[in-house]
């Protein structure tokens, strides 16, 4: 008898957590598994979910990433009530708030495998101590009615260990992956520049990223306002949107390099490797992570990265070999990361190289395989 596995994500938005959600989905095999996606009805990534054969899609308008307590124990008790009535034997939930609704629902409903996915964690350093701590708290409890936690990073392993989330060793890693064959892909280079409205002799600086707190969207604009003040034949655009444009916007005004900077709003997925072939070095200015995708999506489309020495970026990111990394909001450091990327570029072709070389690691395939056999070992009582 096939075993049912539901995928419960908050929402179908455009990052990481839920390109690999999606990802895992197509690639568990059908003859074993009976599969569902469980989410919130919004997002970019809907149109890609609704594509994928042969699954079960359960959308829950209540599931949404704020905390609003109504709309909350709306979508707990349908959640509870769908688990009731399906019967799954694996539950698998991803992110902070369908990680914590999810994995109660399905413990009270009876489920006998609880999978959750920590894609990074829903406390980090910059919140206030009080609210990082409810969050640990919340965090703990619920870890003990999982069976299997899974982590992105070696770095979100130690943080869950140290913080008292889990025990150690208690953990299974599966990568927060990509097709790399998709963006390893040979084709045109450059072949969106006229679209930007940037002249074919400037290098390119690209952020692939939402516009949110986490990912520091404004220390980019920071940042490329003090490259512009040495070298004048560089472009820097940024691919993504969301709550912080309007302060991404009035920095831009501010710093005056309207005509240096283009923002691409958001890509589809399917464009994400042409997008990268027409960039010459990619930044990520995030405060805190799990293991982002851009990296390896960078690594595979030989780029050089520079950014934050945050989390998991470290895995993916030797400092001096496929890239260079900073503190969070040591602009300058990174601007002067990309100054030296743009003078040598030599450099720059060697660390994209180097990069290419390791990037199999974060191939999804690996990380499905790594899930699947977790999968079998907890079923095989069942």
């Not at 994500?9 to 895992?24: D, F």
């Not at 149109?47 to 994928?52: L, V």
């Not at 599931?63 to 034997?89: Q, S, T």
């Not at 999506?297 to 989390?311: G, K, R, S, W």
Request: aromatic share 8%.
């Amino acid at each position: 008898m096939k075993k049912k596995i539901f995928h419960v994500i908050t929402k179908l938005e455009l990052g990481g957590a839920q390109k690999v959600t999606l990802m895992t989905l197509e690639r568990l095999p059908r003859e074993q598994y009976e599969l569902a996606l469980v989410s919130g009805p919004d997002g970019l990534l809907v149109e890609w979910a609704n594509r994928i054969p042969n699954i079960s899609r359960v959308w829950i308008p209540e599931l949404i990433r704020e905390v609003k307590p109504i709309e909350d124990a709306r979508a707990f008790l349908y959640l509870w009530r769908l688990f009731r009535r399906e019967r799954p034997h694996v539950v698998h939930t991803h992110s902070s708030k369908a990680g914590i609704l999810g994995r109660w629902a399905a413990k009270l409903a009876g489920v006998p495998v609880i999978f959750h996915t920590a894609h990074g964690f829903g406390f980090n350093d910059f919140q206030r101590p009080v609210v990082r701590a409810f969050f640990v708290w919340l965090e703990r409890v619920t870890s003990r009615i999982t069976t299997k936690l899974v982590v992105v990073s070696y770095a979100n392993a130690d943080k869950g260990e140290k913080s008292g989330v889990f025990r150690r060793g208690d953990w299974i890693l599966c990568r927060d992956a990509i097709s790399v064959h998709e963006f390893m892909r040979p084709g045109p280079r450059r072949t969106r520049i006229a679209d930007w409205g940037v002249p074919q002799d400037r290098a390119i600086v690209g952020m692939v990223a939402c516009f949110k707190q986490q990912k520091a969207p404004v220390d980019f604009v920071d940042l490329a306002a003090r490259v512009l003040e040495q070298r004048k034949n560089v472009h820097f655009v940024m691919a993504g949107d969301g709550d912080l444009r309007p302060a991404v916007e009035e920095r831009i005004r501010v710093r005056g390099i309207g005509s240096h900077i283009t923002l691409l709003g958001w890509q589809n997925e399917a464009d994400m490797p042409e997008i990268y072939r027409n960039l010459d070095i990619v930044v990520l200015t995030s405060l805190w992570e799990g293991l982002p995708c851009v990296f390896s999506e960078a690594m595979a489309a030989e780029l050089p990265i520079v950014a934050t020495n945050v989390d998991g970026a470290r895995e993916a990111i030797i400092d001096g070999e496929n890239g260079f990394l900073h503190e969070p909001h040591d602009v300058d450091g990174m601007a002067s990361s990309v100054l030296k990327l743009l003078a040598n570029p030599d450099l720059s072709r060697e660390m994209g190289r180097k990069g290419k070389a390791r990037v199999m690691e974060f191939d999804i395939g690996t990380s499905v395989s790594n899930l699947e056999n977790a999968y079998s070992e907890c079923l095989k009582t069942l």
